[in-house]
């Protein structure tokens, strides 16, 4: 049983560079969510999507796009990478029911230089 | 708008002590509590939750927490502290309802000394 997958699982980027970051799912959840991990930060909410082909901001959305054309995939796009942008990259979802736990991918370590 | 707030990003004891991580929330409605624990260079896992039902909750690895209503808390112990506790501890916060997003606060690291 997978869970949820990141791809890929580091990756290095010069300034101005587009990439995308991939979630998949495989528990048939409706929610799924893309964090980032800072330092001192904790984990601060990215974009959302509560189901297949809605997507939401949450607190720290600027520079990001997402897209969940499918319902076990949800994608995170950088347009143009900047260093503030460094981070590392967390992915998780959960079933539709609120009180249920969200579980976590392994997470993606960017560099952006 | 929920928020969560965990007092002391550091939190160092001495094995075999008493392990206490504060998180106090503030939701307009009442909410789901969370306790996540990540390992280093991991993703995040689930120790325990508060849904409805009895405010103290038991988790994996001997870890429990009390929702108080009163107080907007939802501490997390253990009794007694291991070295393979040393990890960093999330609490996260889900208002009922519908908003679907699920906070977090900003962290505990918890250090074990033998």
């Known amino acids: 049983n997978a869970g949820v997958t990141q791809t890929p699982k580091f990756r290095v980027l010069k300034t101005g560079q587009s990439m995308t970051l991939l979630c998949a799912q495989d528990m048939n959840h409706e929610y799924m969510y893309w964090y980032r991990q800072d330092p001192g930060m904790g984990l601060r909410l990215i974009h959302y999507s509560v189901g297949e082909g809605t997507t939401a901001k949450g607190e720290v959305p600027d520079g990001y796009n997402v897209s969940r054309l499918k319902k076990q995939n949800f994608l995170l796009g950088l347009e143009s990478a900047a260093p503030s942008q460094t981070s590392v990259y967390f992915c998780a979802s959960s079933p539709y029911t609120e009180n249920t736990e969200a579980f976590f991918g392994q997470g993606t370590r960017l560099t952006v230089v | 708008a929920q928020s969560v707030t965990q007092l002391g990003s550091h939190v160092s004891v001495s094995e075999g002590a008493l392990v206490l991580l504060r998180c106090n929330y503030s939701s307009s409605v009442p909410p789901y509590l969370f306790w996540y624990v990540q390992y280093p260079n991991q993703g995040l896992q689930l120790l325990l939750k508060?849904?409805?039902?009895?405010?103290l909750v038991k988790g994996i690895n001997g870890f429990e927490a009390e929702f108080k209503k009163s107080e907007t808390s939802f501490h997390l112990t253990k009794p007694s502290a291991h070295m393979s506790d040393a990890a960093e501890y999330f609490c996260a916060v889900i208002a009922q309802g519908g908003s679907e997003k699920l906070v977090f606060g900003k962290g505990t690291k918890l250090t074990v000394n033998p």
């Open positions: 508060y849904t409805t039902g009895a405010t």
